[in-house]
């Protein structure tokens, strides 16, 4: 079924304006012209009025924000709540800082947000007020599980009622939900993790997916996460024995890049429930 | 010809003042690097006086605009203007948004620039108060043809003349002209489009070749608007089938690093009108 | 010896929060995962209290020092000391502009650093205030050989002693000397000079290598500046005849990544003095 999505952002190349940090934020432009989407990037408040309204779908990052950019960060998802875009949050580091947890909540209460997408530990941080959040990656005593699964799909979908977002949950296993259904998505490889931003990146995608999807967000988000995991197993299985971190990343924008509806029907791998 | 501009280049190794946006920012720096020029980057008011004045070239680039960066540049734009050291200017975005279009009007304004180097919206927007730029890519309304080539020349040698720089519209086929003559350049490739950034490292490299070569601007354009697109050729030439557009990044640079006057002179292809 | 520090890198995951530059902060990031340690990035003075607090080792590098996060710099670093974090300073550009030397030595002032590295006109410029430094490279007039090289050991012992932080000055010679006793490593390439940013990358391991060794700084600082230089050459020697400085940056994170503890004792080349 995720063909579709894709192909929606292929035809229709959905102009994403990002709001998101500096680390990470040249792999968000390169992977959104890969999936065949267009990036703009503006975090100044006088000039995300009007950058915004030209595009199609916000991505909102929280992963350097600072007192400069929060402002814009609310200024634009205003607007583009005002002109019914759909936005993305990535709460980075939430759990992290009282300052991180406390911008996100906010950020949540204020602006209607379409997808809410981070790691385990950085969810919980923001639904129930847990710390555990180790940096920017998920704390290990928060993985999701087999074992866990039930309950962890539950609180997501309990949560996406409360906020009125999907929820994308990631790591080994994804969950990606909203108060009636959730997927439960297989695909990725361990070796994401050695990259700093393969969560930014899904992101920035998963905006130009719900962009280029507006009448079915939950499928374009849980197509994006699918189309992220399915392009890091297939550059992992053409990484070489002496190639690390930074080929690899290289690899998953190629896949990114080749990603054709066809192969990403063959290869998504998940259950809904 | 533009083999001495490269060799002006190589043997001079100027040192450029970037004051760009965080995006592509890595990108300038190292291409500068591999084009034989050395970088430095700094935006902050308080220190850009003394680095632009240690500097053989300055390159401002809009891209990230904010309100603590602006004064940095106008600082900078006027410092480089008292000494005598060339300028790039490149307007991202202008046209997207009235902001951008405003800033970039001022810049022009109150500093002298060597060159201005933008897509043909953004150089519309500036020049005619078009609005046409989609986000940081030319609107295709505007794109440069052989059918209405004749008046983007008239326009792009009528709006150098009017502010004295060079100007520089890059696309398909990308136009370097003064008020003189204009180069009409064919060299380059549709997948460099697919790159986030090709024009920000152009910019960068302009300012190289202009910082280099002080005594003949608009040759110094073409040249590195030549090497660009040479290299974008000859990057796409060794592109493997499975390969995408990080990787083809990654092969631009590599071009880009072993260029050599010879090669650029057997590749350059531009009339002179 | 260096073996062990490595081991520990690997072993303990440090979480180093750094303060960098927006131009080679996604490969700060990239290296210490690479490396075996866990980035994050925040300077924002309302979050660092708290981040900083979490983290085992901190890096602050002013390469694109501003009002904003001068101020976050010094609290990171003030919490750092009071929680006996070890610290990295990297002064890019120190003697480039009085602003960045200024800030450097009131830096150093209120700040108990572990370790100090920079190129050797930047270390010049915060101990005796000479104002070599260009740009963000070494003057060559500054350059290590082994015809001045009793005279620089002597000069890196006696600031160490100054100002009470291993010093590390890396080249194409590096030194790393405390008030005792001085590492003189030979390891590295020239073409590690064509890559933007392997000062900061060094800078951002070396404060994982002392996060993981912290009673043991000067050979962890040394082990650092070892794996660097060698991952350096290894990644020369499988640089084929048209790759340039944007691949041959890949393959040495890919080194970084591959290193081994046996690979790194067997190729460390250093005398103690």
């Known amino acids: 079924m995720f063909g579709t999505q894709l192909e929606n952002v292929r035809k229709t190349i959905p102009l994403v304006h990002n709001i998101t940090n500096y680390v990470t934020v040249n792999d968000c432009a390169n992977i959104l012209i890969a999936c065949g989407a267009s990036p703009i990037m503006s975090d100044e408040i006088e000039d995300v009025k009007e950058i915004t309204a030209i595009c199609t779908a916000l991505n909102i990052n929280i992963g350097t924000l600072n007192q400069r950019t929060i402002p814009a960060m609310f200024e634009a998802g205003k607007i583009s709540n005002h002109y019914g875009h759909p936005i993305v949050l990535d709460p980075v580091g939430a759990g992290a800082s009282s300052y991180r947890t406390h911008i996100t909540k906010k950020l949540i209460e204020e602006i209607n947000f379409s997808v809410i997408r981070g790691n ?8 129930v007020g847990s710390d555990t959040t180790k940096g920017v990656d998920a704390n290990k005593g928060d993985t999701v599980t087999s074992d866990n699964m039930d309950s962890v799909v539950a609180f997501a979908k309990e949560f996406s009622q409360k906020v009125g977002a999907v929820i994308a949950i990631t790591g080994a296993i994804d969950i990606v939900a909203d108060s009636q259904k959730a997927y439960i998505i297989m695909n990725g490889h361990p070796m994401m993790s050695k990259i700093s931003g393969t969560g930014c990146m899904l992101s920035a995608i998963t905006a130009a997916y719900i962009g280029a999807n507006q009448d079915n967000i939950i499928e374009a988000c849980a197509a994006a ?4 995991g399915l392009c890091g197993e297939r550059a992992f299985a053409k990484l070489k024995k002496d190639e690390g971190n930074l080929t690899y990343k290289n690899r998953i924008f190629d896949e990114i890049f080749h990603l054709t509806p066809d192969i990403l029907e063959a290869g998504a791998r998940y259950e809904v429930c």
């Open 120 to 127: 385990i530990s950085e969810i919980k941080a923001i639904a």
């Open 225 to 228: 996460v699918c189309a992220m």
